[in-house]
């Protein structure tokens, strides 16, 4: 199966359909992203960020101390490789927090895209991150570098991101 299409998820979930959604809300469309999520129930958004080059959708846990998180970017030139898109975002996390460091990197032809593990000076970041013509989205699992990890948290985030689905503004889950 194919990932990341306009019909498919940016990563794989459980195959009960049943236990896919437990503690996610209802998929919605966000145009704004070009994507459909289904953030965890209960989590709050923080307002949309955009500019000429990207529109970003976190939202925020009970606790604080974890976050979901979508971000879209417009690329100055279609099929730009998804190691210089990654490039550019760390480079990005680091002027706004200070700090970027790659932990990790693996390709994944399931997405088709990068799964990357990234800290900056504030948050440590669990990524997809696929790139198609002029756009690239980064669906992210995050946590807080200054407080522990919440597992139960951080679990609904990562399940959260690995059932949204990129590059359309409708689509069936």
Known sequence: MRLASASDAVGRGPSDAS???????TPVSYPELEAMVA???????????????????????PSGQTAFGVIRMNLPLPFIGADRVLKGFLDEMKQTEGDAALL????????????????GGQYKLRANLVVRGFRAWAV????????????????????????????AS???F
């Open 39 to 61: 953030p965890p129930v209960g989590w709050q958004p923080d307002p949309l960020k955009r500019t000429s080059r990207h529109a970003h959708q976190a939202w925020i846990s």
């Open 104 to 119: 990790s990197r693996t390709t994944d032809r399931r997405l088709p895209g990068i799964r990357f593990v990234a800290e």
């Open 140 to 167: 992210y699992a995050g946590t807080r570098r200054d407080a522990p990890e919440v597992p139960g948290e951080l679990d609904l985030a990562e399940r959260a991101r690995e059932l949204t689905r990129i590059g």
């Open 170 to 172: 409708r689509a069936r």
């Open 19 to 25: 236990d896919v959604y437990a503690a996610l809300e």
